[in-house]
């Protein structure tokens, strides 16, 4: 049996044919151009996914159903995209319409949350049924999974992790509030806190890595941190301690089986994993006592939107 | 068809007969005397539970279900106390300790939960099946429904959100970490913001209605400000604030129905209810366009423990 999983971004929708073990067989991708009607969208992806079937040879009757992740948030129950702001949609009815063009069962999620379902399906939580999943790149994004399901809230407008409060009445967040865990946990904080510190002390190694790079990047003060750089070590400390204590908060509240962390932050590997894993045993609430939580990187690289999609099929 | 539910504190035990509709027809209690071995305690809770029976002329095989609401970590698959201080009891196999004496299914749950159901059973929240329930007394304890259900995490460890962060590195918290809400919306927490208002202010009225009462409750600030007294109405402001920071963050993770705020600060009524939701409408994410959440006062008042453990049963 084969599943069609499809990730839907601002610039391009990503489709792969994918199989219960989470193989892709075909892949493809078009365009969004999301300056469309939605009607316009939905043809395109139904034909990306007649065309996914043509080249992976399987008959649409052999595709049990297909599945698509959107950023923003979404009422899966109803098939409806509440709101997606880089997409430009607005309470779109995405899977009614897809419906017009296609004859395959369609389930629609938060981008975030079908990449937490993947985890559990094929990547780093594949023995794990209750997860807490983020997501560390322009924003925080979070999924919860709880006895293998995707939990929400109502109408899908839950599962916001990004806007906890970490530090109240601390930055100013893109949601309007202060003090969000995003605005501190984020790859785009960290590369505030890069900035700063890099003016603030202008002869840091730091400042020599952004002149030769040309830019700052959420890699930059890892890389000077590894060159032995004080300032950069501060940097990434500090940072690491933002992401922990946000994790550690959703510890509390779970007290998942595992936190999975993905987004390019992740990427600074087991040194940072380390990190938030030792900060999430030493402060969780009730210590030894209570079961231990693993802090594990996600496993689902360059196709967890494809697979993580393709998962709320399974 | 009576339930029994059993409220277990430090000090006493409190049980109750009750009915599907939540009537309380007979309730009694025992001294707990924590010191005493476990076997001890069970003993008294069976005999208090034949006893309600009998006052109640209810037969034993009219009771369908004894509900006993603990404080601590509770493991309710096993029917185990995993840790509960001020009753001295760890890992504790209360449930088939009970059933030596008493042979009635027994359901257990920690307090705060056994509240959060009660309330959906028979209190605020009838009409929901997902919420957030809190309660601001010494700490700050939580329960969460999910459809109708507890959500308490891996062996009943999670829904500790008196230990989400809300001030990065802020105050000490009695379980160890920095920042955490408890120690900034609990009554406790707000009896010391009091205290130290009172000692920079000295010629304040929250200072003279102080040394009138003789003592700092959780009350004192608020009774300042209706009084008109700047200090006790910064102290209030503020105090209100950390809350509903806290409550928000639930919000924006769980998207719930309803909050319910229960404890003894809730009394402060209307006034504190209504300045928690206007803050909760207007910060949480995605503004209007995610569906609104209430934000209630506890229904059940000092039967809450009895009604919430009983709902255990239902």
Redesign the interface.
């Known amino acids: 049996m084969y599943y069609i999983g499809i990730d839907i971004g601002g610039m391009s929708i990503k489709g792969g044919l994918v199989d219960e073990q989470g193989v892709i067989h075909v892949k493809e991708a078009v365009e969004t151009k999301p300056e469309r009607h939605y009607g316009e969208i939905a043809k395109d992806i139904a034909a990306l996914c007649k065309r996914l079937a043509a080249l992976g040879n399987v008959p649409l009757s052999d595709i049990k159903g297909i599945g698509m992740g959107i950023p923003g948030?979404i009422n899966s129950e109803k098939g409806i995209i509440?709101?997606a702001n880089n997409i430009n949609f607005?309470n779109v009815p995405i899977v009614e319409e897809l419906k017009k063009y296609i004859d395959i069962p369609v389930k629609i999620g938060n981008d975030a949350n079908c990449a937490a379902l993947g985890e559990t399906a094929f990547g780093s939580a594949k023995e794990y049924k209750?997860i807490v999943f983020i997501t560390l790149g322009t924003g925080v994004g979070s999924g919860?999974i709880?006895d293998g399901k995707i939990?929400?809230?109502?109408?899908g407008?839950?599962?916001?992790?990004g806007?906890?409060?970490?530090?109240?009445g601390?930055e100013p967040c893109t949601?309007?509030?202060k003090?969000c865990w995003e605005a501190?946990g984020s790859a785009t904080a960290l590369i505030r806190q890069t900035k700063r510190a890099a003016e603030k002390y202008p002869d840091s190694l730091l400042n020599k890595i952004i002149a030769e790079d040309g830019k700052v990047s959420g890699r930059t003060a890892f890389k000077a941190a590894k060159e032995g750089d004080e300032v950069g070590r501060r940097v990434v400390k500090r940072y690491m301690?933002?992401v922990a204590?946000?994790i550690?908060?959703?510890v509390?509240?779970?007290?998942?089986?595992a936190v999975i962390v993905g987004g390019g932050v992740s990427n600074e590997g087991e040194y940072f994993i380390k990190s938030i894993q030792k900060f999430v045993t030493r402060?969780s609430?009730?210590?030894k006592?209570?079961?231990y939580?693993k802090v594990i990187r996600a496993g689902l690289l360059n196709d967890a939107g494809i697979l993580g999609a393709a998962a709320l099929c399974l």
């Open positions: 948030t509440t709101y607005s209750n919860i709880i939990f929400e809230g109502k109408d407008a839950g599962a916001e992790a806007h906890i409060c970490l530090v109240l601390g949601c309007g509030k003090g501190y301690r933002y204590e946000g550690l908060s959703l509390n509240i779970f007290r998942p089986d402060y609430y009730g210590g006592i209570n079961p939580v």
